[in-house]
């Protein structure tokens, strides 16, 4: 039997690993504590099997695995609600608020300037100057860029089309990326566009009527496959698809599941990775405002794993997809993007 320590020694030993402990314990307990992060939904709201549900995955992992508390409030497509959605967060102890939707971003903007103490993420758009907002920006044009790729490749009609929620920079480098994807594959196929709802008005991404009705109509005239870049007026374009047993590509979460072997692929925007990772950086101290990139490099946009429609895809294709993306990360190939000034 191992002799025993002197009491002088076990109270050091003791001391020592009280001291390995407590900054664990103090982490813990304060992360439980002071952590309170709010979610301010886009158009569609929670529910869209998109962009908004693809952000709140993320989070709740950030829930899960950290135990922050993470709070919740719908908003309407103005000003005066999204004030007060915000002001609810707040309100209930939200030191923390990730925020969906470029028509948040006049009031996140305001509320910024007068409350310093609280931390905004802005998924998407780039909003600069903010010592307390971080934005996460995404190489849409990059993905969007093989899934024009395939679409290319796999039309029959030579007919493609793209449905836009708004006609706005950010939709327009999905379709700038897409078209040029097109082209490079398929040179003789044209892409025909469409878009719900002009610049400013963002309940284009909440009218699923409107994206069926738009679909419909392209389906009929000839089209074989649509790019929804909608939010949940793509889920319309989606049920078109169905309706007319034609190819579609969904967009932001995987959305293969909700047409299957109809959906080609999705361009995941991997706002569960942004969002989940931004808030690891606040709880450890290395928040930075400004940009936060995702991109192909570091998985921030992908294609979806195509369970559904991958056998009937030709494995030329698929090396060929392979190889634009391996391209693109190398820089030896140029996607184009919309440029636009901060707001």
């Known amino acids: 039997?191992?002799?025993?320590l002197p009491p002088t020694h076990r109270a050091t030993c003791a001391w020592a690993l009280m001291l390995l402990a407590?900054?664990?314990?103090?982490?813990?307990?304060?992360?439980?504590?002071?952590?309170?992060?709010?979610?301010?939904?886009?158009?569609?709201g929670l529910g869209d099997q998109s962009y908004n549900d693809m952000t709140w995955v993320g989070l709740a992992k950030a829930r899960k695995q950290y135990g922050i508390r993470l709070t919740y409030a719908p908003t309407e497509e103005n000003d005066a609600s999204r004030r007060q959605a915000l002001e609810t967060l707040l309100t209930g102890g939200a030191t923390v608020v990730v925020c969906n939707g470029a028509g948040?971003?006049?009031?996140?903007?305001?509320?910024?300037?007068?409350?310093?103490?609280?931390?905004?993420?802005?998924?998407?758009?780039?909003?600069?100057?903010?010592?307390?907002?971080?934005?996460?920006?995404f190489a849409n044009h990059e993905g969007s860029f093989l899934a024009g790729v395939l679409a290319g490749a796999m039309t029959?009609?030579?007919?493609?089309?793209?449905?836009?929620?708004?006609?706005?920079?950010?939709i327009r480098s999905f379709h700038m990326g897409f078209t040029q994807g097109v082209r490079f594959a398929n040179p003789d196929a044209t892409v025909i566009t469409r878009f719900i709802a002009e610049k400013g008005d963002y309940s284009g991404f909440s009218n699923p009527d409107a994206g069926y009705a738009l679909a419909d109509t392209l389906y009929r005239e000839g089209?074989?496959?649509?790019?929804?870049?909608?939010?949940?007026?793509?889920?319309?374009?989606?049920q078109?698809?169905?309706?007319?047993?034609?190819?579609?590509?969904?967009?932001?979460?995987?959305?293969?599941?909700?047409?299957r072997g109809l959906v080609l692929t999705s361009m995941m925007k991997r706002l569960d990775r942004a969002s989940l990772m931004e808030v690891e950086k606040i709880l450890t101290h290395r928040f930075q405002p400004g940009e936060s990139p995702y991109n192909l490099e570091n998985g921030g946009v992908s294609l979806s794993p195509m369970r559904y429609t991958r056998e009937m895809i030709p494995e030329a294709i698929h090396r060929q997809l392979k190889?634009?993306?391996?391209?693109?990360?190398?820089?030896e190939l140029t996607v184009h993007r919309c440029e636009e000034a901060p707001p």
């Open 1 to 4: 039997m191992a002799p025993a």
């Open 22 to 44: 407590l900054p664990l314990l103090l982490w813990g307990t304060c992360r439980a504590e002071t952590l309170t992060v709010g979610f301010l939904a886009g158009g569609g």
């Open 104 to 137: 948040l971003i006049p009031v996140v903007k305001a509320v910024a300037t007068q409350r310093p103490e609280i931390t905004f993420i802005i998924n998407d758009h780039l909003v600069q100057g903010f010592a307390n907002i971080v934005s996460t920006t």
């Open 156 to 170: 029959k009609t030579r007919r493609i089309g793209f449905i836009g929620g708004v006609r706005m920079c950010a």
């Open 223 to 238: 089209t074989d496959i649509i790019y929804a870049v909608a939010g949940l007026s793509g889920n319309g374009v989606i």
């Open 240 to 259: 078109a698809a169905r309706a007319h047993s034609r190819y579609v590509i969904g967009v932001d979460a995987d959305q293969d599941h909700m047409a």
């Open 323 to 331: 190889l634009a993306e391996s391209d693109i990360i190398a820089g």
